[in-house]
């Protein structure tokens, strides 16, 4: 199943270890309240569907999901050195994987975005 065809709604709540102390900490104060509230309920909607979807690409095509979390943290690294704000290292990371996947929704690509920032390959 495709995350743009995955209905977080209708799917029972997954427990997390999910902390939105450090996800707010992870963000500081350079992202603002609308984005901050965005990724944290993305984290708590689909965090567990994409951790599922990358161990079921880790069986089919081991160490992919691996290359994947490395070319993630690499962007991110990029973008960090540039001395960016927060808010424009999500937004370039959002539009980074946006084009990379093809994918024609924009909030796929937030939703990924946030599953990282979560998982700390970005925003330590």
């Not at 939105?20 to 309240?33: A, C, E």
């Not at 081991?62 to 424009?88: G, R, T």
Request: overall charge negative.
């Amino acid at each position: 199943m495709a995350l743009h065809a995955y209905d977080a709604q209708g799917s029972t709540q997954a427990n997390l270890s999910y902390s939105p102390i450090s996800v707010d900490r992870k963000l500081g104060d350079s992202i603002s309240p609308i984005t901050r509230r965005k990724i944290k309920l993305n984290v708590s909607d689909y965090f567990q569907f994409i951790k599922q979807k990358f161990m079921e690409l880790e069986e089919d095509d081991p160490n992919c999901s691996e290359l994947i979390f490395s070319q993630v943290k690499s962007y991110y690294l990029q973008q960090k050195a540039l001395n960016l704000p927060k808010h424009e290292v999500y937004s370039n990371i959002v539009d980074w994987l946006h084009k990379r996947s093809g994918s024609k929704a924009i909030e796929a690509a937030e939703i990924v975005a946030s599953f990282f920032v979560q998982d700390c390959e970005v925003f330590e």
